[in-house]
């Protein structure tokens, strides 16, 4: 990794600057504008800008031990270089960097010395203590793990093609990918590139998700004809491959608290050729009793702490706190008592997180079992992020009553 070229450590600080210090400014987004906005740069330029913004953004805590103080707004530039000598990167001296005494931070360096472990694996000091709580001595194993860059995976739509055309396709494209065995309708990328420029994209033949997300569907398994309500649909990630598995046959209610979710996930339907959706704004609770005891499936994809994918999203663990996962957990509590009552009896519903606290997930389940006992458990998976993708947890629950 080289940063030679004075412009993209100018953007890269502007992006940081601008994730770390403003508010509800989301890393994917801010990087995503960036590079649109420098359409000039080369495909190269792009990765080392992406790659040293996301991998700052992950080791901050770490970075600001070398540097001395924490990050501000005033000193982002010497983040960045702090980055640089840990990394060993090939760096210009730019003059963003004078005035910082690279020998402090190289001394540190040095001596290799790191006094906490939420220094070493760069989290908050409260996540430390929830993760080992949580998760016992195993918590360190999985942090190392969400330190990593995350594959890109991506979900063949089978309304349209297969994974091994879809391989091909990309081959054709200079998008070298490859199937993944134990996951029916995934396809890996090689390396990272921007698929979203390519006409296999365009023609709505995958959807980017990760490979433990596409278990989701695969274990609700909905059958052609089902009547499917997906509760907490968001853009749709899950929706789309719920249509696909039913082959557009049956029904899928797509609901979601937030309408500007719901029209991306419709615009993403169109492109897909899913036409078995229906998007439904949740916009009081009547919304959800009209839909008691109607569904053969049911979706529950949870709001979370989002603790599972910091692989792909590692700014989310400094702007969330403990008591953002404290509600969080009530939220969850409560949507899992309200909307399970949308499944017929007989039918089956997943409750899911992309979470890995055992308190989001198994805890909460067995207190709604606990309280509903006209419910009981199929079946359970925790998934890892040790395990390469991302860590997600769901739980295929049957109203037996
Ligand atoms: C984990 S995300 C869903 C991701 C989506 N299923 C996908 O696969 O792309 C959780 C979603 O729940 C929604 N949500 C939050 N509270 C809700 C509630 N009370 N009822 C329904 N949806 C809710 C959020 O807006 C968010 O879109």
């Known amino acids: 990794m080289e940063l030679i070229h004075r412009n993209l450590l100018i953007g890269i600080h502007d992006a940081l600057q601008e994730t770390f210090f403003q508010d509800k400014k989301y890393a994917d987004k801010v990087i995503e504008r960036l590079l649109k906005a420098n359409r000039k740069w080369g495909s190269q330029d792009r990765q080392v800008v992406s790659e040293i913004f996301y991998n700052i953004i992950r080791w901050k805590k770490r970075l600001e031990y070398y540097m001395g103080e924490g990050v501000k707004p005033n000193n982002v530039y010497k983040l960045i270089l702090a980055y640089l000598l840990w990394s060993k990167s090939h760096y210009k001296k730019f003059e963003e960097f004078d005035g910082v005494k690279t020998a402090d931070i190289l001394n540190k360096l040095k001596k290799g010395y790191i006094p906490t472990k939420a220094i070493e694996y760069s989290i908050p000091d409260w996540l430390a203590e929830t993760m080992e709580k949580e998760l016992g001595p195993k918590w360190e194993k999985e942090m190392l793990a969400l330190n990593e860059q995350a594959p890109t995976v991506l ?6 093609t ?21 996951y029916p309708d995934a396809v ?5 590139k921007n698929v979203f420029l390519t006409s296999a ?6 959807e980017v998700q990760d490979a433990s997300s596409q278990t989701i569907g695969q274990l609700l398994d909905p059958k052609e004809g089902m009547r499917v309500v997906d509760a907490c649909a968001g853009a749709g990630g899950k929706t789309l491959h719920l249509a696909a598995l039913m082959k557009n046959k049956g029904q899928i209610i797509a609901l979601d608290i937030f309408e500007w979710k719901l029209a991306e996930l419709k615009r ?9 959706i229906e998007a439904r704004f949740i916009s009081d609770s009547k919304v959800i009793k009209r839909l008691h005891n109607t569904a053969d499936r049911l979706l529950i994809d949870a709001p979370c702490s989002g603790l599972g994918v910091l692989k792909r999203n590692p700014d989310s663990k400094w702007k969330i706190d403990q ?6 957990k009530k939220e969850q509590e409560q949507i899992l008592k309200d909307y399970s009552k949308i499944i017929k009896k007989g039918g089956q519903m997943i409750y899911a ?20 006992p006209d419910y009981s458990l199929v079946k359970e998976e925790k998934i890892m992020p040790s395990q390469g993708y991302d860590g997600f947890y769901m739980a295929l629950i049957k109203r037996d009553n």
């Open 323 to 328: 008591d953002f996962i404290d509600r969080i």
């Open 201 to 206: 994209f365009k023609d709505g033949l995958f």
């Open 162 to 182: 297969s994974p091994k055309e879809l391989v091909a396709d990309l081959q054709d494209e200079g998008v070298p990918a490859f199937t993944i065995h134990g």
């Open 353 to 372: 997180t992309c979470s890995i606290l055992p308190s989001e997930n198994n805890l909460q389940v067995e207190k709604f079992l606990t309280n509903n």
């Open 268 to 276: 993403r339907a169109k492109r897909a050729g899913a036409h078995n």
């Open 188 to 192: 890996q990328l090689e390396e990272k």
């Open 155 to 160: 979900r063949t739509n089978t309304l349209k």
